[in-house]
């Protein structure tokens, strides 16, 4: 039975869904790495393009796991356990970089703090709750929490770069929409902990 299910567990693995979210875990300390080296260690403004092509590439794959998973069937307990992580490494390691380099300041960075103690909630709630055999299904606008936070962040890794391009709109672009995902996190959070209360009390 074990050299049965063995290669199909495998298969499954090196699935085409799962690689994708492989390469958006590994884009992120390449991302932090460009955005480090210029907004840190004063490189070229350049390199900001650079950080975004990874980082949209990265988000791109966020679209086509789910998309090829479904299509092929194959739909995974690991891809379902690792693309709710992968999403939350991005964003969050974007996020610290942005406040770092001094991107994201001022009255903003609470949208930025609102945005990483919700993420570090929900996984707190969704671990809980795992333990009572309780699955909480990601809606619809969670998901579309997570595209905006991605075209948020976006706009702020271009930040400096799309300013000078553009004429000084590519930044407040980012924080307004940073703002926006903010709300919609608040939101998308209070319905998973009114979830877990519900949860929590039955128990």
Same mark, same amino acid.
């Given at each position: 039975?074990?050299?049965?299910?063995?290669?199909?567990?495998?298969?499954?693995?090196?699935?085409?869904?799962? @690689?994708?979210?492989?390469?958006?875990?590994?884009?992120?300390?390449?991302?932090?790495?460009? @955005?480090?080296?210029?907004?840190? @260690?004063?490189?070229?403004?350049?390199?900001?393009?650079?950080?975004?092509?990874?980082?949209?590439?990265?988000?791109?794959?966020?679209?086509?796991?789910?998309?090829?998973?479904?299509?092929?069937?194959?739909?995974?307990?690991?891809?379902?356990?690792?693309?709710?992580?992968?999403?939350?490494?991005?964003?969050?390691?974007?996020?610290? @970089?942005?406040?770092?380099?001094?991107?994201?300041?001022?009255?903003?960075?609470?949208?930025?703090?609102?945005?990483?103690?919700?993420?570090?909630? +929900?996984?707190?709630?969704?671990?809980?709750?795992?333990?009572?055999? +309780?699955? +909480?299904?990601?809606?619809?606008?969670?998901?579309?929490?997570?595209?905006?936070?991605?075209?948020?962040?976006?706009?702020?890794?271009?930040?400096?770069?799309?300013?000078? +391009?553009?004429?000084?709109?590519?930044?407040?672009?980012?924080?307004?929409?940073?703002?926006?995902?903010?709300?919609?996190?608040?939101?998308?959070?209070?319905?998973?902990?009114?979830?877990?209360?519900?949860?929590?009390?039955?128990?």
């Amino acid at each position: 039975m074990n050299s049965a299910t063995s290669p199909a567990r495998g298969a499954r693995t090196f699935a085409l869904p799962n @690689m994708l979210t492989y390469a958006r875990i590994a884009a992120v300390p390449v991302v932090v790495a460009l @955005m480090y080296y210029q907004g840190i @260690m004063d490189g070229p403004l350049w390199v900001r393009w650079v950080a975004l092509v990874v980082f949209i590439a990265a988000g791109i794959t966020d679209v086509l796991d789910g998309y090829f998973a479904r299509m092929y069937g194959q739909q995974s307990s690991l891809g379902r356990m690792l693309d709710p992580i992968a999403d939350k490494l991005l964003v969050a390691s974007c996020l610290l @970089m942005l406040a770092a380099d001094a991107t994201i300041r001022g009255w903003s960075l609470l949208a930025a703090v609102i945005i990483l103690c919700r993420e570090i909630l +929900v996984s707190g709630l969704r671990e809980y709750l795992a333990e009572l055999r +309780v699955s +909480v299904p990601v809606s619809r606008l969670a998901k579309w929490k997570t595209v905006w936070q991605l075209i948020a962040v976006g706009f702020l890794i271009a930040g400096e770069a799309g300013d000078r +391009v553009f004429g000084n709109i590519v930044t407040p672009i980012g924080l307004t929409l940073l703002w926006l995902s903010a709300i919609m996190t608040l939101y998308t959070g209070w319905d998973y902990f009114r979830a877990g209360v519900a949860h929590m009390i039955d128990e």
